[in-house]
């Protein structure tokens, strides 16, 4: 089992700049990627940025040039920089864990961009 605690979310202007935080625990020995999805009201649950432990890295078009998600193994921690922040950022972003055998979900933290 994995546990995902996320951190970092709050309210920001937009232009502005955040980072979010998410601490795995547990059976971490197995995770293959980390990640963060967002989920804003009425939308589908998407990709923002993933990065498999051996340092590659996949962003959703819109957040390329602006986020950056980076990962420290021996802490089992990955992060999410957010710059040049949009209102269309808006959202509750879930960090995500890949294992060989599962997925496993943060609770969730909630973004707000305002104009």
């Known amino acids: 089992q994995v546990q995902l605690v996320e951190s970092g979310g709050g309210l920001v202007q937009a232009g502005g700049s955040l980072r979010l935080s998410c601490a795995a625990s547990?059976?971490?020995?197995?995770?293959?990627?980390m990640g963060w999805h967002r989920q804003a009201p009425g939308k589908q649950r998407e990709l923002v940025a993933r990065?498999?432990?051996?340092?590659?890295?996949k962003y959703e078009d819109s957040v390329k040039g602006r986020f950056t998600i980076s990962r420290d193994n021996a802490k089992n921690t990955v992060y999410l920089q957010m710059n040049s922040l949009k209102p269309e950022d808006t959202a509750v972003y879930y960090c995500?864990?890949?294992?060989?055998?599962?997925?496993?979900w943060g609770q969730g933290t909630q973004v707000t961009v305002s104009s």
């Open positions: 995500k864990a890949t294992t060989t055998w599962a997925d496993y």
């Open positions: 547990g059976s971490t020995f197995n995770i293959n990627y």
């Open positions: 990065i498999h432990i051996g340092g590659n890295t």
